[in-house]
Structure formats: structure tokens, C-alpha cells
């Protein structure tokens, strides 16, 4: 339930971000979308489990119950959401190659002092929006874009592409620069997703993503440790993912260069 | 993504930017995978301590500017060769110099408005400072891992050293490479001579350069480089901090983030476009005399 009268201040003297009056709706629509959810009550949002689109949502479950059985019905669910499926929206396919920023869904200075309003508007406005746009040109240029595949279904299908030389000896121009831009536009997509100005700290204790970290981590702390030592450990530019394995059910914590997306891997991205 | 390491004398020749100003575009040598152990094997080994060269890693002493950059690079390879060697009389033979962060020739606001003193104290005092902390540690961890036998921590340490030992070669250069806007005078001489000559003029060399460099994705450098065996000048990317290979380097410059964006952002042509106006040539020319 949102406070109607929100205090002004917190007890340790910060400003209560819900005084922001785009604070208040946007947390006010968050608020609406966790009570229409069917899943389960949710008292504040946690980001993750709240972008994740539901098939995600299902492959997690459904590997940490250990469901993944062709003869069951969850099992088939599955198996029929293959690997390439899209873990946070916008989810749908733009033919003509005209994708668009997803907008940031709070205020870019709401997530201060852990980062910065101008920092978060450099980031999502001119280096998301540059990825994405660079994403739609490559786009253009590739072969074969017939407009029935998603963004992450065309990333982990490039390694193939990737693999053909063409007759400089190197793979196609606009196959690299997709790998480029479509990596930064799948990975950034996914990032402004899983902030929020009012997280909640820790995945909803006994649901599937909870097992799901304990079971392949150990415990929600052992996670924190190896994915902050992950990050803090990239040579030069690059990514710390938490990824999950559709086809095991595992999670684990990976690294990557620059914009390279775990897509390519037939991995999906949960968190970077 | 193939490594090409077979191939890469053969690639290096053949795909280094040098052609005449007629081309269409500048030729983009595709940045270097190779290991630690590939361009140590440029170098043939020498089991001779006497033959290291006395200087460590550069100082800001004139003499030393000659030969800087190429001793700096022989003497981190011979160094991390022998770390590689199995060897123990080798490893006892070769004791560890500490990497020493080298003072800069000019203050940290010497270089404005092209590079602001804020970047300038950050980038040496910080993130140079970080790369000899960590070559320092690194290649402790290597030596002990070496007197131990264990080969599992001795493969996964050629990264961190690779990377701390890159990112101080190849600063050391930088810091040379450049000079406050008063003192710059074009390139003159030899040097002047085998630029038009590659290049077709200065202008075209800088526009190729600075295409390059801006292209880089993520980290790297853009250089200038000699190759050692044809001594024709070329210009070459590489990724994070990867030192020169296939030749030596001249003039680099850095792309990293952390060199420019406190100042420019995201527009890095706009950070390469001043940087020319305060490279040093004349410490330029003297790298290229000394590897001729």
C-alpha cells in the first residue's frame, strides 16, 4: 500500500523519494501492477522479479522444481519457450528495424547517491539511446532480417554468423555491429529494468528465484560476494552477469567484454 | 572469434595501415587475441642477466627518452620471460625490480585545454599508479607460483600480468607522447619524411589515426608504430591494454574512458581532435630514430 501522505524526511535525514511527484505515480503504477499480478502478493517491488517476463519467470520455476520433464505439462511450457526467449520487455518484434528507447521507469535522479541524475541520463540517454540506434542501422544492413525474431533470438543465433568469414576474411560489418550494439541495447535494457528507487533488497524468501540463488550459490550473501568480485574484477570495459541456463536450470555468475551479450551463449541475462 | 596466432607475423605485415594516400579507407588491423607467451616469442630468450638493459621502465631523464619505449618493452618481456622460464636458476638468477610510477615531465594542468588537470592527476596519480601496484603484485605472485611448481596459478596470473604490465608500458609511453600546447611544433626531419612517405602527409595520418582510435570498441589504445623488420611506419588499435605488438610503438593514445570522459563525455572525436595539438613530435622522433 502507498502512503497518501508520505513523511517528508527519512530517519537518516535523506529526502523520501516519494515526495518526487513523478516518484509518487510511478510508484503508484508499480503498486497497481504488483497487486494485478496473479503470482503472489508483493509488499514493495523488487525489480528482477517484477521485470522478468513471465516465461522467464516459468523457466525458473520450473527448473528449480525440477519440472523440466517432456511429459509434463510445465516440462513441455519449457521446452516449448526456447532458449531465445526475451527476459525483460519491450518483447516484441519490430520489423522494420525501428526499435526505441524503453524509457527509464523512474525519475533519473531517484536512484541517487548510489548513482548520480547526471550519470543515470548520460547512461540511458546518450549511451543507450546511441546503442540502440546503431542496433537498428546493423539491423538494416544484416541479410535475412524478415522480422519474426526477437532482438535476443537474432543475438544468440549470430555466433553462426559470426563463424562465416566473408571475403575480407572477417564476418560481415553489420553482423559485428550488431554484436555491438545489439549486445549494449540487450544489456541496457535489462539494467534500467532490474534498478528501482525503492527496492527491495533481497528476492521474496522461498520463491523460485530465491531457490533458485541458494541452490546454485549457496545463499544470498555467497551470490552478492561472487557477483560483486566478478564486476570489480573486468579487465577494460565489460559486464558481470547473473545468467541463468535454460536448459539446466542453473544459475551462475559470468563475465563478459564490452557489449557481448550472454544471448550468444544461449544463456540468459537475469542481472548485470 | 579465431585467434589467428599462427598467423600473426604474416597478418602483421600484410594488414598494417601504411598505403598511400589514394586508398579508400584506413585498413583496420583487427586488435590482437594473442597470449602473453605469443609476443614473448618475438624476443629470442637470452640467458644472459647482464644483457637486461640497466633501466627498468622509463624515467623522465632525457637520455632515457631514446630508447624509453623499446627498453621499457624488452625489459618487461625478458622479465616476464624468465618468470615463465621453469627454470629456478633462471628465476634466481633474475632478481625482481619493482615497477615505479615515472614522474611526469610537466604539471598536471600543463596540458589544458586539450586534457583538463583533473583527468591529467586521475589518469597518472590513480589509474597508472593502479597498473604498477599491480604489475608489482602480480608478478610477486608469479615468482612464487614458479618456485612452487604450480602451474594452474601461473596460467591464470599471465592475465592480471599481462593486462598491469600493459597498462604500464604503455602509459609510460603516453606521458612522453604528449606536451603542453606552447612547446608543439609539427614532426621535422627523418620522421617527417617517412610520414609523407607512408602516409602521404601528416593531415592524412592523423585523420587515419584518429578514425581508428575513435572506433575502438570499449578499451584501447590507437598507436603509431614502426615495424621492425620493413621499418615502415603503421598505425594499429589494440584492446584494454594490450602493449604494441608487431612492432615498435610511438605515439599512443589512449582511449580508455577514464582518459577523456570527465571532460568530453561520449564525444571522443572531439577529445582526439585536441590531443594533436599537443603531441610531442620531437619525442616522437626520437623513438623512431633509435628503432631504425
Known amino acids: 500500500e502507498i502512503e497518501t501522505e508520505p513523511r517528508r524526511l527519512r530517519a537518516d535525514g535523506r529526502k523520501h523519494p516519494l515526495t518526487h511527484p513523478q516518484a509518487r505515480t510511478h ?19 523488487f525489480p528482477l522479479e517484477m521485470a ?33 526467449m526475451c527476459a525483460y520487455e519491450p518483447c516484441d518484434i519490430q520489423a522494420a528495424a525501428d526499435y526505441t528507447v524503453p524509457p527509464l521507469p523512474y525519475p533519473y535522479d531517484s536512484l541517487e547517491p548510489e548513482i548520480d541524475n547526471q550519470t543515470m541520463t548520460f547512461h540511458h540517454d546518450r549511451h543507450f539511446a546511441g546503442y540502440t540506434k546503431k542496433m537498428n542501422k546493423a539491423l538494416a544492413d ?43 541495447y540487450l544489456n541496457h535494457k535489462m539494467y534500467f529494468a532490474t534498478m528501482s528507487p525503492e527496492p527491495q533488497s533481497e528476492p521474496t524468501p522461498g520463491s523460485p528465484l530465491a531457490q533458485a540463488i541458494d541452490t546454485s550459490f549457496g545463499s544470498w550473501a555467497d551470490f552478492q560476494e561472487e557477483m560483486t568480485n566478478a564486476a570489480a574484477t573486468v579487465f577494460g570495459s565489460g559486464w ?6 535454460p536448459v539446466t536450470g542453473e544459475l551462475s555468475v ?19 | 572469434f579465431s585467434r589467428r596466432r599462427e598467423q600473426a607475423s604474416e597478418t602483421c605485415l600484410t594488414l598494417k595501415s601504411n598505403s598511400p594516400p589514394s586508398s579508400a579507407r584506413p585498413v583496420r588491423f583487427r586488435p590482437s587475441q594473442q597470449e602473453p607467451a605469443a609476443f614473448l616469442e618475438e624476443e629470442a630468450p637470452s640467458s ?128 612522453t607522447n604528449l606536451c603542453p600546447k606552447r612547446d608543439y611544433r609539427p614532426p621535422e626531419g627523418k620522421l617527417l619524411a617517412k610520414i609523407n612517405e607512408n602516409f602521404g602527409s601528416l593531415d592524412n595520418l592523423q585523420k587515419q589515426l584518429s578514425a581508428m582510435t575513435v572506433g575502438v570498441q570499449g578499451s584501447g ?26 612492432g615498435v610503438p610511438l605515439l599512443g593514445i589512449d582511449i580508455w574512458e577514464h582518459a577523456y570522459y570527465l571532460q568530453y563525455k561520449n564525444v571522443r572525436p572531439d577529445y582526439v581532435k585536441a590531443i594533436w595539438e599537443i603531441v610531442n613530435w620531437k619525442n616522437i622522433e626520437e623513438r623512431y630514430e633509435a628503432a631504425l
Open chain 2, 221 to 246: 589504445w590507437g598507436w603509431l608504430g614502426l615495424d621492425r623488420d620493413t621499418k615502415q611506419l603503421f598505425v594499429q588499435t589494440m584492446p584494454n591494454q594490450d602493449p604494441l605488438s608487431c
Open chain 1, 142 to 184: 544484416m541479410a535475412g532480417m524478415d522480422g519474426t525474431s526477437t532482438v535476443e533470438e537474432m543475438m544468440s543465433t549470430l555466433p553462426t554468423v559470426l563463424a562465416t568469414a566473408g571475403p575480407s576474411g572477417e564476418p560481415d560489418a553489420s553482423a559485428t555491429a550488431f554484436r555491438k550494439n545489439g549486445g549494449g
Open chain 1, 27 to 45: 510508484a503508484r503504477t508499480l503498486a497497481a501492477a504488483a497487486r494485478d499480478s496473479s503470482e503472489q502478493k508483493r509488499e514493495t517491488t
Open chain 1, 240 to 245: 558481470a552477469f547473473l545468467v541463468l541456463d
Open chain 1, 254 to 272: 559470468i563475465q563478459k567484454p564490452n557489449q557481448d551479450s550472454p544471448y550468444m551463449d544461449g544463456l540468459i541475462p537475469l542481472l548485470g
Open chain 1, 52 to 84: 522478468m517476463t513471465q516465461k522467464v519467470l516459468a523457466a525458473v520455476l520450473v527448473a528449480m522444481v525440477g519440472l523440466a520433464k517432456a511429459d509434463s505439462p510445465m516440462g513441455e511450457a519449457a521446452a516449448a519457450s526456447n532458449v531465445t
Open chain 2, 48 to 175: 644472459d642477466p647482464e644483457d637486461s638493459p640497466p633501466q627498468q621502465q622509463p624515467t623522465m631523464a632525457t637520455s632515457s627518452l631514446l630508447t624509453a619505449g623499446r627498453s621499457a618493452c624488452k625489459s618487461l618481456l625478458q622479465q616476464t620471460q624468465k618468470s615463465f622460464l621453469s627454470s629456478s636458476a633462471a628465476a634466481a638468477s633474475a632478481p625482481l625490480v619493482a615497477a615505479k610510477l615515472p614522474d611526469l615531465p610537466y604539471d598536471y594542468a600543463a596540458l589544458e585545454p586539450a586534457i583538463s588537470g583533473e583527468i591529467m592527476e586521475l589518469h597518472h596519480s590513480k589509474h597508472h599508479q593502479a597498473y604498477v601496484n599491480g604489475i608489482n603484485a602480480a608478478s610477486e605472485q608469479m615468482l612464487d607460483a614458479q618456485a612452487k611448481g604450480d602451474f594452474a596459478a601461473m596460467s591464470k596470473l599471465t592475465k592480471a600480468i599481462n593486462f598491469n604490465a600493459g597498462g604500464h608500458l604503455n602509459h609510460s609511453i603516453f606521458w
